[in-house]
């Protein structure tokens, strides 16, 4: 390999290693990372997903239902961020200012923004 481009490095690279090689590299890498989970499921259930990754182009069902329990995970961190927040910032039975209700109001928005940033 000679010069020093980012484009002649690829090159070089581009023409030692096939698609396919780095495909099955992938796929060691994957079967180290990740553990293998059984599921059953109801055939028309099945059905169904089978209908929706056709519909939103999902090429397994690995793929699929890994993205649905990330997005549950997901909603359900929501939920308990703002069940927190409802607690610590719910209603008062002293009288609250505008300025008063303002602030609790901004404080519990970045709290739950610091939450949703972490996900």
């Not at 099955?24 to 180290?32: G, Q």
Request: hydrophobic share 35%.
């Amino acid at each position: 390999m000679t010069g020093g481009s980012l484009k002649s490095f690829w090159d070089f690279w581009a023409s030692k290693i096939s698609i396919f090689e780095i495909f099955i590299y992938y796929l060691v890498l994957l079967s180290y990372t990740m553990e293998a989970v059984s599921l059953k499921l109801e055939e028309s259930f099945l059905h169904d997903i089978e209908e929706i990754m056709k519909k939103h182009r999902y090429t397994t069902k690995t793929e699929f239902i890994r993205e649905a329990i990330r997005d549950k995970i997901k909603d359900l961190e929501k939920e308990e961020a703002l069940i927190r927040s409802r607690k610590l910032y719910g209603a008062s039975k002293r009288k609250t200012t505008n300025e008063q209700l303002h602030k609790a109001g901004e404080k519990a928005f970045e709290e739950l923004d610091k939450e949703l940033q972490k996900n």
